[in-house]
């Protein structure tokens, strides 16, 4: 089955400093990667949508200057939390859709981000 | 604007009792509708859409358009039910973006 990886699993980084999670599609090609936000206790938030080659589309809210994504490849999608703050500690999720043959978002373990 | 209710934080049943843990929507256009489910400790999984019309695990759920409902249904719950169930809903398909309800945690009693 389609397998979506997420690298680190969990992060503990200072206040100011940028992190970076990486969405890997296993054993299929994705042009869409989606990012979401997960709080404790509480649904996916939907971030922002990534598309291989081009800009990543934003949810309302979300800065994208903040978040930064890039979808260098078919396979691969990044988001760079960047000058991370307390306030930045989530579960970020990452989903992909396979290009051939899809039928639904196969979704990564998630990666736990810790801003101290 | 698109939304998807989940009244329900928590479902408590025993072994064997019916479940139905409940969803509706807001959309103006013709949507798609997905369970997904997270047993602990592990990702997020689809667990059935409204456009395949089939039982996963003994699961079911039909789209009442009128009612803008997607309930999921059980008719015997077993232990290994227990999760978190999350609604969601897509404008045009998978491939588009999800918009998730809150969750309702089942827990199965024995």
């Known amino acids: 089955g389609a397998v979506v990886s997420q690298h680190p699993s969990r992060v503990i980084c200072k206040s100011g400093t940028s992190v970076k999670i990486e969405c890997r599609s296993l054993?299929?090609?994705?042009?869409?990667m989606f990012w979401y936000r997960q709080f404790p206790k509480q649904s996916l938030m939907l971030m922002a949508t990534s598309n291989e080659g081009s800009k990543a589309t934003y949810e309302q809210g979300v800065e994208k200057d903040k978040f930064l994504i890039n979808h260098a490849s078919l396979t691969l999608s990044t988001l760079t939390v960047t000058s991370a703050h307390p306030e930045d500690s989530s579960f970020y999720i990452c989903?992909?859709?396979?290009?051939?043959?899809?039928?639904?978002?196969?979704f990564g373990p998630g990666t736990r981000l810790t801003v101290l | 604007a698109q939304r998807v209710t989940q009244p329900e934080k928590l479902l408590s049943v025993f072994k064997g009792a019916p479940v139905e843990l409940k969803c509706n929507y807001s959309y103006s256009g013709s949507p798609e509708l997905f369970w997904y489910v997270q047993y602990s400790r592990q990702r997020l999984q689809l667990l059935l859409r409204h456009i395949s019309r089939e039982s996963i695990k003994g699961f079911t759920a039909d789209l009442n358009k009128g009612e803008t409902s997607f309930h999921l249904k059980k008719p015997f719950a077993q232990e290994e039910d227990s999760a978190m169930y999350y609604c969601?809903?897509?404008?045009?398909?998978?491939?588009?973006?999800?918009?998730f309800g809150a969750g309702t945690r089942l827990a199965v009693h024995p």
């Open positions: 969601a809903l897509s404008a045009s398909g998978g491939y588009n973006k999800l918009i």
């Open positions: 054993d299929f090609q994705a042009t869409t």
């Open positions: 989903s992909a859709y396979p290009l051939v043959g899809g039928d639904t978002q196969y």
